[in-house]
């Protein structure tokens, strides 16, 4: 190899390869920053666009969890109303049914009649109560039924049906207004009371069922966003104990780049003794 002061062979390539491991160097260290071995497009753009794929599968989920843990506290709630409402009816009965003895008196006829109209305002006030988020799906007022998002689409959903307990409905049959003050009023409000009772609970049934599947299909989510944000983790995120490792390697690799550079730069000055 020819010795000129002009071009220094040794010295360019050294100058490559401490580049090359400096920009290595500065991808492991990164790497180590951010914690992903994939942090943008440029990275690996085809597993880039799949992770970040999968991110908007996993937020939107989030939202689907959002809407599911609503629909799960307006069914626990409805049901602690509808539990509440049961046990209302199990006293009306006792009342409804000490009005049937004919051998009460005035005052006594009275009392228990007091008694059923107490528990008949305590069963609206449960009602109208039963109230989560702006939605009662025990009154009426929520409509037929209430939909929640199921899945990231958007385009599946949950449906939780509306049971109106209201007094004088098609569940409750018994008017608000009804009264036992007579033996007679008390057997026809005992026709209506049982079918009412046995009403509720077919109610309180369905609706336990459909509380049920919405326990069910919320944990099917927490699973699937857990399994979709580890497989994101496996597509972009380093492996820190390899990182470090590497890190080390290529700080050697460094330090010898830099002195190989110094030692070609000094190999010109050899000229100088030629002409000693």
């Known amino acids: 190899m020819a010795i000129s002061v002009h071009t220094n062979k040794s010295a360019l390539v050294a100058l490559q390869n401490l580049n090359k491991t400096n920009d290595e160097l500065a991808g492991v260290q990164n790497r180590i920053n951010t914690g992903l071995k994939i942090g943008n497009a ?3 753009a085809s597993v880039w666009s ?9 937020g939107a989920l989030g939202a689907v969890k959002m809407s599911l843990n609503r629909a ?10 509808g539990e509440s ?18 051998s009460l008196d005035t005052q006594a006829r009275k009392a228990l009649d007091d008694d059923f109209k107490s528990i008949l305002r305590q069963i609206t006030q449960v009602i109208e109560n039963a109230e989560f988020d702006g939605a009662n799906i025990l009154d009426g007022t929520s409509g037929a039924s209430i939909r929640f998002l199921a899945n990231a ?27 036992i003050s007579t033996s ?34 919320n944990k099917f989510v927490d699973k699937l966003t857990d399994v979709l944000t580890a497989g994101v983790g496996n597509l972009v995120d380093a492996d820190l104990a390899k990182e470090s490792a590497r890190l080390q390697a290529l700080q050697v690799q460094q330090q010898l780049g830099a002195q190989a550079l110094s030692i070609a730069n000094e190999a010109p000055q050899v000229v100088l003794s030629l002409f000693q």
């Open 153 to 179: 689409d958007a385009n599946a959903y949950i449906t939780l049906s509306g049971q109106n307990l209201s007094l004088g409905g098609s569940i409750l049959t018994i008017a608000s207004t009804a009264s």
């Open 85 to 102: 409402v049961s046990d209302l009816l199990v006293q009306l009965k006792e009342k409804v049914v000490g009005a049937m003895d004919t």
């Open 42 to 44: 440029k990275d690996n």
């Open 50 to 58: 799949i992770a970040q794929g999968q991110r908007a599968d996993i």
């Open 184 to 217: 007679t009023l008390a057997t026809n409000i005992l026709t209506q009371l049982d079918a009412s009772i046995a009403n509720v609970n077919a109610s309180l049934g369905s609706l336990g069922a459909q509380a049920k599947q919405i326990e069910a299909h």
């Open 72 to 81: 799960q506290s307006i069914s626990e709630v409805s049901m602690a109303a």
